[in-house]
Structures are given as structure tokens and as C-alpha cells.
């Protein structure tokens, strides 16, 4: 991001020159709520260039696809205009990796706003796609941050095998299933770890082939009931 003229906005990192010398005086500078020292970043001088409608394109297909999906593991609190604040636990769509600037990420949240965040506050929990929003926002399935006791009572109305995705409550960067069972609902707790997804013994790439997986295969077991997962809980 860069300040012209009173007006913000940001560049493609081809399209400018990093200036070295005189930045930042007070050197490291930034120290968050977790202590740890956040690397200053370079300035960069704009070089004025040619703009076409493709150049335009490009620009907004970078700035709209999601390389990953990320978690806050500390409270980071933006110290300029071109940093993007974030709360321990929040989710982030990370946009671009921006080449001059390896310690520091391009990311948006969920109202849509952007910004530079440091690198090791966050971890990744899930690789991105390119379109627009989270990855599961879209899905049928992912009910979001609702509670248990809200999806046992929207469960209440559904028949044996239907299920829903939710954030976790207690694990802030989980998720859990809830399905309706036969004699009450079900809860799975399933942990990101290392960009995939747990649950037991088991890991998957992604939600959609863990769901895949268990529509074939049996997600609970035991003497009176065996259960599948059927299909999306209607919203």
C-alpha cells in the first residue's frame, strides 16, 4: 500500500523500486501482545507507468483470489494505514505474498477489509482457491460460528445422517460436525493441523474429502447405531 497525494491505495510490486536507505529510524519498531518483535518493512518509491484495462484485471484478480486461510495466534494491533489489526483466534483470507516484503502478508477478513500482517502471528489452517470469501462460506454445509446448543436445536429438526460444519467454541481456528444421530446428536471435534484437517486418527486435505470419506464410510459406530454422513442439514 502507498500514500500519493493524500489519497492510499495499493501496487503491484512490480511496478515500483525499494528504497533502502533511511527507513524506519527506530529499527525494529513494532512489539505485540505476545512480546514478540515485528520486522519493519522497506519503502518503496512509485514509478509512474502506463496503465491499460488488462494491467487493471490482473490487479483485481490478485487482490480477489485466496492463496490461504489463516488464523490469528496473537492479537496484532496495526501501527499504520497500510497494516490490517486482528484479534487471536480470527480468521484471514491471505491474498498475496508480496515478494519485497517476505515477513509480511497481504490479508482481508471477513468485512472485507485489507492489509499487511506479520507473518508469525498467524497460521495457516487451510490452503486457499481462487474466488471470492473464506473457502467454506459459500459451501452448504458450513453453518459458521454458531454454538452446540444452537446446532442441537436446528438438528432437532432434521432427519438421521444430516449434518452441518461450524466453528469451534472452545478451539478457536477448529471446526466441529454436528449430525443427527438416532437416539440424540452427534459432535466431532476437527483440528487444522499443518493445513489439514484431524479427526481421530485420521486426516484429510480439506472439509469435502473428509465429508466425502465419511458418506462412505461409517463417522460413529456401536452396538445400536451406525451412522453416515447423508447430506447438508437444509439451511
Avoid at 487451510?126 to 453453518?143: A, C, K, Q, Y
Avoid at 452441518?164 to 444421530?181: A, C, F, T, W
Avoid at 487444522?192 to 473428509?210: N, Y
Wanted: aromatic fraction near 8%; charge should be negative.
Amino acid at each position: 500500500m502507498v500514500k500519493i497525494n493524500g489519497r492510499t491505495g495499493w501496487f503491484p510490486s512490480n511496478y515500483v523500486e525499494e528504497v533502502l536507505d533511511h527507513v524506519y529510524p527506530g529499527g525494529n519498531g513494532n512489539v505485540g501482545s505476545n512480546g514478540c518483535s515485528v520486522e519493519s518493512r522497506s519503502a518503496v518509491a512509485v514509478v509512474p507507468v502506463p496503465t491499460s484495462s488488462t494491467h487493471t484485471t490482473n490487479v483485481l484478480e490478485i487482490l480477489n483470489r485466496v492463496l490461504q486461510c489463516v488464523i490469528g495466534l496473537y492479537s496484532f494491533d496495526a501501527s499504520t494505514a497500510e497494516e490490517l489489526s486482528f484479534r487471536k483466534g480470527e480468521r484471514l483470507d491471505i491474498i498475496d505474498h508480496p515478494a519485497h516484503d517476505p515477513d509480511w502478508w497481504l490479508a482481508r477478513n471477513t468485512v472485507g477489509e485489507q492489509g499487511l500482517v506479520p507473518k508469525n502471528y498467524i497460521e495457516v489452517v487451510s490452503p486457499g482457491n481462487t474466488s471470492t470469501g473464506t473457502l467454506m462460506e459459500r459451501e452448504p454445509w458450513f453453518f459458521g460460528r454458531i454454538s452446540r446448543d444452537e446446532a442441537d436445536r436446528l438438528l432437532a429438526s432434521g432427519r438421521e445422517g444430516e449434518f452441518l460444519v461450524r466453528d469451534s467454541e472452545s478451539n478457536p481456528g477448529d471446526l466441529s460436525i454436528s449430525m443427527r444421530g438416532v437416539e440424540r446428536n452427534k459432535h466431532f471435534k476437527v483440528q487444522t493441523i499443518g493445513g489439514q484437517l484431524h479427526i481421530g486418527s485420521r486426516a484429510f486435505p480439506s472439509m469435502t474429502s473428509l465429508i466425502q470419506h465419511y458418506t462412505a464410510n461409517p463417522i460413529f459406530s456401536s452396538g445400536t447405531e451406525k451412522l453416515y454422513l447423508t447430506r447438508p442439514l437444509p439451511k
